[in-house]
């Protein structure tokens, strides 16, 4: 069975469910999503519902779920028996709230601005004499993440330090990693970039 | 292994670990504790926290948990190893404020007001001509919920009535659930017995 995790694709580039031939996708929602953590998204298709095992058991996942007198229960038909127990909702509004958001931008515009984002990273950290490149720069291996190092700076004290200023990113890879979404300004971004190049 | 759900006991009466001699203790947080869908309490005795096998694996229940460059990684040594992903954050700032207002006031004074409208509500339904207890009025094998049937309408109808006339009830065991908490006014709690009466 073929498992896409689609954490760092979902909310931030186009995702076409016909296109990546996957039995089953997930995503947690608090990335480029923007949803709060604690809600997922999973997707299987509806062929190979029945062959995925249930470990899971609660209220909501069983076909009589609203019929408390319900002398035997079983499995719902749909993927509805792998939501198990009570769903965490407020979760679920912000999520929705949040999805909402993305889907009036349009993806496609969030996409091109993330990727403009990462294309102005990439190429201003190659230029760059202290910070080192560590992402794949190719153009159809780009997605949100750009991640470098510093030349004279160990990686944990570089996130550390830039963390220290208010950067916020995270330390992976042997480096930092830097996320720029849709909603981030050129000029911060800049900033952040100005800030790694001039710790000592 | 003993497991005792503790739903219909947390928030609504005292409850002593050390009295129930469970194996392992579940509740989920929404109801009596007054917190948001989606998060439950679990407690697991240390010493059989090992014999229950694990069937969630996650980024959150290793010992390695933030060591992103850990080669290999191992089931937490502690409960952790059950908290398999990203917690319901909002959920848990819930919880922490439900809980913290129920130790505020204390959870002798929140049990002596809830038995004392549920033992309102036994004696109010055993006085009245239409409505019928289903509850036991044993004093012993009292708690927070009073269930009880109207002599001329049919539960489901009951339940649907009282909910249109803004009575928050459930329908469960053959009649109608009330579960009044602490704050409910006895006077809210009469009002609401009384619309019951007065259905045809």
């Given at each position: 069975m073929f498992c896409v995790d689609a954490i760092q694709s979902l909310g931030a580039l186009p995702f076409d469910l016909n296109e990546c031939h996957a039995d089953f996708v997930m995503a947690d929602?608090?990335?480029?999503?923007l949803g709060a953590e604690g809600l997922a998204l999973f997707w299987v298709n509806p062929e190979i519902?029945?062959?995925?095992?249930?470990y899971q058991y609660g209220?909501?996942?069983?076909?009589?779920?609203?019929?408390?007198?319900?002398p035997s229960w079983h499995p719902?038909?749909?993927?509805?028996?792998?939501?198990?127990?009570?769903?965490n909702m407020l979760g679920a509004h912000v999520l929705d709230a949040s999805l909402s958001l993305l889907q009036e931008i349009g993806m496609e515009t969030v996409s091109a601005a993330v990727l403009e984002r990462s294309e102005f990273l990439i190429e201003r950290i190659q230029g760059s004499p202290t910070l080192e490149l560590?992402?794949?720069?190719t153009p159809q291996r780009r997605s949100g993440i750009v991640t470098f190092s510093h030349r004279q700076i160990e990686p944990t004290q570089l996130h550390q330090q830039l963390m220290q200023q208010r950067v916020i990113c995270a330390c992976r890879g042997g480096g930092v990693r830097f996320s720029a979404h849709f909603y981030n300004d050129l000029d911060h971004i800049e900033q952040a970039v100005l800030r790694a190049e001039q710790l000592k």
């Open positions: 929602g608090h990335k480029w999503m519902r029945e062959r995925l095992k249930l209220w909501h996942m069983t076909r009589e779920a609203s019929d408390f007198d319900a719902a038909d749909n993927a509805k028996r792998f939501e198990c127990g009570s769903p560590l992402s794949d720069p």
